[in-house]
């Protein structure tokens, strides 16, 4: 009678326990710099329309002056050729308003 009590009171836990949608814990638990990459992943694809990018690292961000910087090293194929760009994107800390997004490529030193 207990295990049977037991099993009921497990499946009613189970059954009625309140979950958040999925998207929602995927919301909540995304970094704060999820906005910053995603926008200098678009703008490299803009920017480099003909490489497909293969990796992707955040970097870091940095404030200074009512600005912050957040880094990014995305890893781009172009047919047999790979590179590195490292994309810069500034927004006003306070506002996140735009300012600017800047490319650095990065050429990977050729084998002998």
């Given at each position: 009678?207990?295990?049977?009590?037991?099993?009921?009171?497990?499946?009613?836990?189970?059954?009625?326990?309140?979950?958040?949608?999925?998207?929602?814990?995927?919301?909540?638990?995304?970094?704060?710099?999820?906005?910053?990459?995603?926008?200098?992943?678009?703008?490299?694809?803009?920017?480099?329309?003909?490489?497909?990018?293969i990796?992707?690292?955040?970097?870091?961000?940095?404030?200074?002056?009512?600005?912050t910087?957040?880094?990014?090293?995305?890893?781009?194929?172009?047919?047999?050729?790979?590179?590195?760009?490292?994309?810069?994107?500034?927004?006003?800390?306070?506002?996140?308003?735009?300012?600017?997004?800047?490319?650095?490529?990065?050429?990977?030193?050729?084998?002998?």
């Open positions: 009678m207990l295990i049977k009590i037991g099993i009921a009171v497990g499946l009613f836990i189970l059954n009625y326990s309140p979950q958040a949608p999925v998207a929602d814990v995927v919301q909540a638990d995304a970094p704060a710099y999820a906005k910053w990459s995603r926008l200098a992943i678009k703008q490299t694809q803009t920017t480099y329309p003909k490489a497909s990018i990796d992707y690292l955040y970097m870091g961000s940095a404030q200074n002056d009512g600005s910087v957040a880094t990014f090293r995305l890893w781009l194929r172009e047919g047999k050729r790979e590179y590195a760009v490292v994309v810069r994107v500034t927004y006003a800390t306070e506002t996140e308003k735009l300012e600017s997004v800047k490319f650095h490529e990065i050429i990977p030193p050729r084998n002998s």
